[in-house]
């Protein structure tokens, strides 16, 4: 936690310096907005196949249709989103929830509140150098592993799968976390590790190039797990419900859509999003993240599932007190999306 909020301390500086400058991604909706439609900043944490059904949402004109006029700008890690939402910069924020716990109990007076909780299992994958047929945990015993930001849930659920397998990350193994977040697969291409914890579709390029093969699905083997969430400041909820209301409404459809359609039909709707990657390529990531239950059929964020946070962050060593699921959970607007 005191690494994260150092992070999110020198992303302030830099943005009190910088205006906000930098290297992001802007995208509109697809729709064409009417003027009377409300503007809303959403900063998403990382642009990824993993958040299909946001981009369902924003490729089917779900946004537009709501009343909002919406711009999507990728912070490139959680401490960079959540500086964006505390400043101002971005109404609503994508995240690991956990960003919003570590405010807290900093103390903010206008914290962060998740009023909408998307994937229920983690999104990324163990990478070997070789292929591994019927790979178990504990081949990992005496291994270089390039992993994730400490206090990050990447890393976090990586950990917290090591010890359900009773391997202590300390000690069995060595896990790097040295490396920026996105460049880890470079780096495994590079020589670096013996495995590496990926994201898509970092995980299929290393396949594609011989760089790597999947050997196991975090979001398999953690279980369900709160892994991203939607997040405005306090204020911003008080100020504005019916704005977090419409946009809850949008994603809700995204991810009714999601439920209902199969993995190609939902990869030709939000390959604009990713004109990088082929075609074939997003239906195989769409495919594997469906076949493993990764979004909830609604955006319901429930107590039992902020508790397993809390137990995972415990776990790590990143939070020494509970904070109260009601402070920093609104589920109005999910239950009222959902009915």
Known sequence: MKKFLCLMLTAL?????????????EKKDGASAS?????????????????????????????????????????????KTM?????????????????????????????????AQLTQRAGNFLVSREPIDNFSWDMLKGKDVLGGRAGGMPEMVFEYILKKNSIDPASDLAIDQSIDFG???????????????????????LESKGDGYV????????????????????????????VIQAFTNALQKGMDYVQSHTPEEIAQIIAPQFEETDLDTITTIVNRYASQDTWKGDLIFEK????????????????????????????????????
């Open 215 to 242: 050997v196991a699905s975090l979001g398999e083997d953690s279980g369900y797990v709160p892994y991203t969430a939607f997040s405005a400041k306090k204020s911003y909820i008080e100020e504005h419900p019916e």
């Open 83 to 115: 500086t964006a939402l505390l400043t101002g910069e971005a109404d609503i924020g994508f995240m690991g929830s956990e960003s919003t716990i570590y405010t807290y109990k900093e103390g903010a007076s206008d914290y962060a509140v998740n009023f």
């Open 304 to 339: 039992d599932s902020f508790d397993l946070l809390q137990n995972i962050l415990e776990e790590s060593g990143e939070l020494d007190g509970r904070v109260p699921y009601e402070e920093l959970v609104d589920t109005t607007y999910a239950q009222n999306a959902a009915n």
């Open 35 to 79: 003027s009377k439609n409300t503007p809303v900043v959403l900063n998403e944490v990382a642009h990824s196949i993993f958040y299909a059904p946001m981009y369902v949402a924003i490729e089917e004109g779900y946004f537009a249709k709501e009343g909002i006029d919406l711009t999507l700008v990728t912070g490139f890690g959680a401490d």
């Open 13 to 25: 500086m830099v943005m009190g310096t910088l205006g906000g400058c930098g290297k992001s991604t």
């Open 183 to 205: 460049s880890t697969a470079a780096a495994f291409s590079g020589g670096q590790g013996d495995f590496t914890v990926e994201f898509e579709p970092h995980a299929t390029s």
